[in-house]
């Protein structure tokens, strides 16, 4: 039970970020003072740099819509999806079956961030510490998922 309550708890940093930067992509944050200035709510920082690049977008979907989708799935799965389930005398394994299919979206997200990691640093020579959180969670996520599939 401690893996899955880490898994919720990671994903809904992660959903937390992942809409802090969707909100940022479509430009609903601007200088936001009810938002700590280290999280990059100015117009001018990093971050909301950062959604305006070529970087931000997979498949021309932004990233961080992608992020949102990928951690309310695994909140769903944490939840509540069943670890058995019995249809006329089958037992499926529902959590099992889904939790591989997370595991390789994961290592996806995993290797993504290392490629937008070097993206930040080597190519838009720039800093950004919601990336930084973002990839960091993904990661663990990863590993945690390791263990629970």
Same mark, same amino acid.
């Given at each position: 039970?401690?893996?899955?309550?880490?898994?919720?708890?990671?994903?809904?940093? &992660?959903?937390?970020?992942? %809409?802090?930067?969707?909100?940022? +992509?479509?430009?609903?944050?601007?200088? !936001?003072?009810? #938002? $700590?200035?280290?999280?990059?709510?100015?117009?001018?920082?990093?971050?909301?740099?950062?959604?305006?690049?070529?970087?931000?977008?997979?498949? &021309?979907?932004?990233?961080? %819509?992608?992020?949102?989708?990928? +951690?309310?799935?695994?909140?769903?799965? !944490?939840?509540? #999806? $069943?670890?058995?389930?019995?249809?006329?005398?089958?037992?499926?394994?529902?959590?099992?079956?889904?939790?591989?299919?997370?595991?390789?979206?994961?290592?996806?997200?995993?290797?993504?961030?290392?490629?937008?990691?070097?993206?930040?640093?080597?190519?838009?020579?720039?800093?950004?510490?919601?990336?930084?959180?973002?990839?960091?969670?993904?990661?663990?996520?990863?590993?945690?998922?390791?263990?629970?599939?």
């Amino acid at each position: 039970m401690g893996l899955r309550l880490s898994i919720v708890l990671l994903s809904l940093g &992660g959903l937390a970020d992942a %809409l802090y930067f969707t909100l940022a +992509y479509y430009g609903r944050i601007r200088k !936001a003072r009810w #938002v $700590p200035e280290i999280l990059c709510a100015r117009e001018d920082s990093s971050c909301v740099t950062v959604v305006r690049t070529p970087y931000a977008r997979v498949f &021309g979907v932004p990233n961080s %819509l992608l992020g949102i989708v990928y +951690y309310v799935l695994l909140l769903v799965w !944490a939840t509540f #999806v $069943p670890r058995h389930v019995s249809i006329l005398g089958y037992v499926l394994r529902p959590y099992e079956t889904l939790g591989l299919l997370l595991l390789g979206a994961s290592l996806s997200t995993v290797i993504l961030g290392f490629y937008l990691i070097h993206a930040l640093r080597r190519v838009l020579h720039t800093h950004c510490p919601l990336c930084y959180a973002a990839h960091a969670i993904n990661t663990v996520l990863f590993v945690l998922l390791i263990f629970v599939s």
